[in-house]
């Protein structure tokens, strides 16, 4: 079982920037490869980023490409979404997600667990 924690959202005005974490007291994070969704009000969730086990891959949607990224530390348990030049289209809960899959995914419905989200509000 592996439960993950999200923090670090807020409100920021467009044009700034938010670190969001997730951690997991799991001994076996390094095992999962992580990712970030969103999802607004009324719209399905979306994928935002990936990253494999090692850290050494990383993928990101269109629409955050250059501006977000994602990194883990395997040590602390504890992976982050470095988010820039943030847009009011941003506004949105942010998830943490883990899969045991070695292979690359952007579908919600090929991860297994989930942190309870962070709000993400970016004001015009």
């Known amino acids: 079982q592996v439960q993950l924690v999200d923090s670090g959202g807020g409100l920021v005005q467009a044009g700034g920037s938010l670190r969001l974490s997730c951690t997991t007291s799991?001994?076996?994070?390094?095992?999962?490869?992580m990712a970030w969704f969103r999802q607004a009000p009324g719209k399905e969730r979306e994928f935002v980023a990936y990253?494999?086990?090692?850290?050494?891959?990383?993928y990101y949607a269109d629409s955050v490409k250059g501006r977000f990224t994602i990194s883990r530390d395997n040590a602390k348990n504890t992976v982050h979404l470095q988010m820039n030049r943030l847009k009011p289209e941003d506004t949105a809960v942010y998830y943490c997600?883990?899969?045991?899959?070695?292979?690359?995914?952007?579908?919600?419905?090929?991860?297994?667990?989930w942190g309870q989200g962070t709000q993400v509000t970016v004001s015009s």
């Open positions: 997600a883990a899969t045991p899959s070695i292979t690359k995914s952007t579908s919600s419905t090929r991860y297994d667990y």
């Open positions: 799991g001994r076996t994070f390094s095992s999962y490869a």
């Open positions: 990253i494999s086990r090692n850290g050494g891959y990383t």
